[in-house]
């Protein structure tokens, strides 16, 4: 399919279902780890995902090869990937799902940090300065709100790691010699490496499983092959078609989602200062990742 130089219709809607699957994504990984312990649920579901992706490879006849050059990005990428997967699962199992997406949907911020001092071309305007600082103000202030019962303050730093390391390895994505390979292979990459650093941190959380039930295998599979191997392949193919400016402009949509979906499915309490650290987060990504339009010459 050709690049686009905008976005359509097609586009909206598949970027608005990407960001309902996150918020899901969340809900999914809070109910599962009552039967999994939480880092061994991560390193299942990338074990199960090397599968997965390495069968879709086959598929549409893709070599799985590892260009030269790329190795220790690959390696390096997969290891930031493990971290960011062990602090989201732990967050989830000490805190809400609405306090661990507002924290953990800030990636865009932390991106937009790290973008200024390594990549020359993607510095911080005023405008993006703005919105820094009043999503980081949202940040502070969902961290530092020890008013909610459910929330645990370990739970929101490990979401607040988890973010930024989602951001080191979407700009490991860009920056480093793994720019150069297929996303398929990126996303290999990340599982095949991950998955065993998982599952050996795991012997240190405590026993492996829980009390398990049917709806724990069903979200375990639902995290392999939905979220992991045909959720991330779709995002990745979106972020292939579409303008970046374009998909980035959707990322407001999955803290406001996973708030939503906490409440409605789990029941949580949605007070108003998390409604006002939301509405600062969603703000600030919003500026971060607007177009900064450009004075026409006289």
């Excluded at 030269?68 to 809400?96: K, Q």
């Excluded at 860009?174 to 599982?191: G, N």
């Amino acid at each position: 399919m050709e690049r686009k130089s905008q976005l359509d219709l097609f586009g909206a809607a598949g970027l608005t279902g990407m960001a309902l699957l996150l918020a899901l994504n969340q809900v999914v990984i809070k109910v599962t780890n009552d039967g999994f312990q939480p880092v061994f649920f991560a390193g299942l579901r990338s074990l199960g995902a090397v599968v997965c992706i390495w069968l879709w490879l086959k598929y549409r006849g893709i070599p799985l090869r590892f260009a030269p050059g790329t190795r220790l990005a690959g390696l390096i990428t997969g290891c930031i990937f493990a971290a960011e997967f062990l602090c989201l699962f732990v967050a989830l199992d000490l805190t809400t799902v609405g306090r661990s997406g507002v924290i953990f949907y800030t990636m865009p911020v932390w991106m937009a940090l790290m973008s200024h001092f390594i990549l020359p071309d993607d510095r911080i305007s005023p405008q993006k300065a703005l919105g820094l600082a009043i999503a980081v103000v949202g940040v502070g202030w969902a961290i530092l709100d020890r008013g909610d019962a459910a929330g645990n303050l370990w739970g929101d730093l490990a979401a607040l790691g988890a973010a930024i390391g989602w951001a080191a390895t979407a700009m490991m994505a860009k920056a480093s010699p793994l720019s150069r390979v297929r996303p398929e292979i990126q996303l290999f990459w990340q599982v095949a490496v991950s998955a065993p650093l998982l599952l050996i941190a795991a012997l240190f959380f405590g026993p492996l499983v829980r009390e398990l039930a049917p709806i724990h295998y069903a979200g375990l599979a639902f995290q392999i092959v939905i979220v992991v191997t045909a959720g991330f392949i779709f995002w990745l193919w979106l972020l292939s078609i579409y303008p970046g400016s374009s998909v980035a402009s959707f990322a407001f949509l999955s803290p406001v989602l996973t708030v939503g979906l906490g409440w409605l499915l789990l029941g949580e309490e949605v007070g108003p200062k998390l409604l006002g650290a939301l509405g600062c987060v969603a703000v600030g990504i919003i500026l971060i990742n607007r177009p900064v339009r450009s004075r026409k010459r006289s």
